[in-house]
T-cell receptor, first 113, second 115 residues
């Protein structure tokens, strides 16, 4: 069964460093998303991406964040200058049709020291 | 803005018993979808069940079913014949009917299935 994959599974970085989180969505899906979950809290929306552009972004998704779909398979989230409060689990999700359900990857645990 | 409320932070059920998790939501939209996601200790988010707001019939997936009360804006999840593997955090989520719409999650209910 096709699944969303994410790399790395765990990333440790120093405050102020840039990180790139990578995702490979399910191949025939059209809609792509990033969410994050601070430990013990609910899952929060960051950004949605469709037709090679951002559809919607949350207040969390400020100028330090960017997304890219550099080729037909990868979908990346870049954090330019990480802060301590960026420490969280970051989930990529994809969907084939509106309302069909979003399928999540296993997440990347980001730790900022 | 839509909000999703899960008023039960934790619940416990014995193996083979039935448990119901509550969820209410608030929206002014008429076209939307509702979901339940399961998050086991691995922290993977797993889609359990979905409901389209325009369908009156309650969704069912094997041991999982929902009670969708549109007028009351209520969307509860019933798990029948609970199994140890059902132990997880369960999140209720709302999505508008638009293109590339986001999921808005509740705060979750931690379910423990005991022997």
């Amino acid at each position: 069964e096709p699944e969303v994959t994410q790399t790395p599974s765990h990333q440790v970085t120093q405050m102020g460093q840039e990180v790139i989180l990578r995702c490979v969505p399910i191949s025939n899906h059209l809609y792509f998303y990033w969410y994050r979950q601070i430990l013990g809290q609910k899952v929060e929306f960051l950004v949605s991406f469709y037709n090679n552009e951002i559809s919607e972004k949350s207040e969390i998704f400020d100028d330090q964040f960017s997304v890219e779909r550099p080729d037909g398979s990868n979908f990346t989230l870049k954090i330019r200058s990480t802060k301590l409060e960026d420490s969280a689990m970051y989930f990529c999700a994809s969907s084939g049709r509106t309302g069909f359900g979003q399928f999540f990857g296993p997440g990347t645990r980001l730790t900022v020291l | 803005a839509q909000t999703v409320t899960q008023s039960q932070p934790e619940m416990s059920v014995q193996e083979a018993e039935t448990v119901t998790l509550s969820c209410t939501y608030d929206t002014s939209e008429s076209n939307y979808y509702l979901f339940w996601y399961k998050q086991p200790p691995s922290r993977q988010m797993i889609l359990v069940i979905r409901q389209e707001a325009y369908k009156q019939q309650n969704a069912t997936e094997n041991r999982f079913s929902v009670n969708f009360q549109k007028a009351a804006k209520s969307f509860s999840l019933k798990i029948s014949d609970s199994q140890l593997g059902d132990t997880a955090m369960y999140f209720c989520a709302f999505m508008n009917g638009g293109t590339a719409s986001k999921l808005t999650f509740g705060t979750g209910t931690r379910l423990q299935v005991t022997l």
